[in-house]
């Protein structure tokens, strides 16, 4: 008999949460640093610069399918190493045989990115799903909270280091692949792939099902029973209308962390508050990650996704009225959205398991990122075109409006779907 207290659950989440915070913080956010005091030694244009971040976060999604299958075929745990080994090789790539800008673009952009899309979201996501339900959301919002605190705390720790060594980034990129190694130990002999592996159960609670009705009172009813394979899944409305929430979701992100202090210079906001503003952003991306993986434990789920949207409304509506006097708008329109961002795309994931299961999760999710980041990572590029063309941002905060009311739109609409077979049962006249 499972016993809740020796539940490796928990302990699980503590596991994926310092994977998500190495395997994302050194390469992604401590690659910011770097590739800053790279920029002195290797020449570049900005563009060339920003082609290599517009390249990761591609390949970031572009990969889960492979790491859909990955996880399928070899289990999460390898596909955990998998990940590390890309972003060692990426790191000593960088470190020791980049000289031209080709080269930064392929280790950067392309290697690690593929590392961080096999060393995170999807396996991560995957393995939450599998050992969770009734606190499904508060774990996802934990595990994947680590990567706010990692782009908070890794940076300027970065930083002080390179700054203390004369800039030597190869050194950083050294010690970005030091620490992957770590993470793929980490990951292959600390992941478990499911609670059946140590004789436990879902949540360590037997019998979850009458646990969570009695806690919950209508939770079933909000959580899929039926076994979907990701063929059914594809075929129902919902799946579709998720990815729409899901792009929704990310193009304003996307569009912030490439616009946001460049239109805070543009409106006059000193350098030292834009660069705090984005600190801010990061944080509000941490508690937006809390509060939507709690909401999805206490609410309907599309609801739960629907209410996030509103800090992106809110967001563009105070970042068109910032001005060198009104600092304070400014700082809370970043908060705003690093909350929006990481209250819908909590929901995102959450939605994904709670509405077709763990079975046809890893497939279906990684489907599902690839489809969103895909389609929402020419956010920065958008942006800079509607720049180019009015001489401002208003325009692309006011798009972002839009598109976040899309979101709001399609998941009015994604209600948790019904098998067909349950559909046909349904419809079918009932024997006396």
Not at 103 to 110: S, W
Request: with cysteine.
């Amino acid at each position: 008999m499972s016993n809740e207290q020796d539940f490796y659950g928990w302990k699980l989440v503590a596991v994926l949460f310092s994977l998500d915070f190495l395997n994302m913080g050194f390469p992604f956010y401590g690659g910011t640093v770097m590739n800053s005091y790279m920029l002195h030694q290797i020449p570049m244009s900005r563009s060339t610069l920003g082609l290599g971040f517009t390249l990761i976060n591609l390949f970031v999604g572009l990969p889960s399918t492979l790491v859909a299958l990955s996880i399928i075929k070899r289990g999460i745990n390898v596909t955990f190493a998998i990940g590390s080994a890309l972003i060692v090789s990426g790191s000593l790539w960088l470190a020791f045989l980049t000289t031209k800008p080709w080269q930064y673009l392929v280790g950067f952009g392309v290697i690690n990115g593929i590392g961080i899309s096999f060393a995170t979201l999807v396996p991560a996501t995957t393995a939450v799903t599998r050992w969770f339900k009734r606190y499904r959301g508060r774990a996802m919002g934990i595990v994947l909270g680590a990567s706010g605190f990692s782009g908070f705390l890794i940076s300027p720790l970065l930083n002080r280091l390179l700054a203390a060594t004369g800039g030597n980034w190869r050194l950083g990129w050294e010690i970005v692949a030091c620490v992957a190694v770590v993470a793929g130990l980490i990951g292959y002999f600390l992941v478990k792939e499911r609670p059946e592996d140590l004789g436990q159960v879902v949540d360590g609670v037997p019998n979850e099902e009458q646990v969570i009705q009695q806690v919950h009172p209508g939770r079933l009813k909000l959580i899929t029973n039926y076994g979907w394979t990701p063929a059914e899944a594809y075929r129902t409305r919902s799946y579709w209308l998720l990815a729409i929430g899901g792009i929704a979701c990310q193009f304003p992100f996307f569009f912030f962390t490439a616009h946001w202090i460049l239109y805070q210079r543009g409106v006059g906001v000193s350098a030292a508050a834009a660069a705090f503003a984005m600190g801010l952003f990061t944080m509000g991306g941490i508690v937006g990650r809390w509060i939507g993986g709690w909401l999805m434990d206490v609410m309907t789920a599309r609801y739960a996704f629907m209410s996030g949207f509103i800090c992106y409304f809110l967001g563009s509506f105070l970042a068109l009225r910032i001005s060198p006097d009104t600092p304070m708008i400014g700082y809370v329109a970043a908060v705003l959205y690093g909350a929006g961002f990481g209250w819908t795309f909590i929901c995102l994931n959450t939605c994904t398991a709670h509405y077709f299961g763990p079975a046809a999760f890893p497939k279906l999710n990684g489907m599902m990122l690839l489809l969103t980041s895909s389609l929402a990572s020419p956010a920065g590029v958008i942006g800079g075109r509607i720049f180019d063309i009015y001489g401002s941002y208003d325009r692309a905060f006011e798009l972002n409006v839009i598109i976040a009311a899309i979101g709001v739109l399609a998941m009015a609409f994604a209600t948790l779907p019904r098998p067909r077979p349950a559909i046909a049962a349904t419809a079918s006249p009932q024997p006396a």
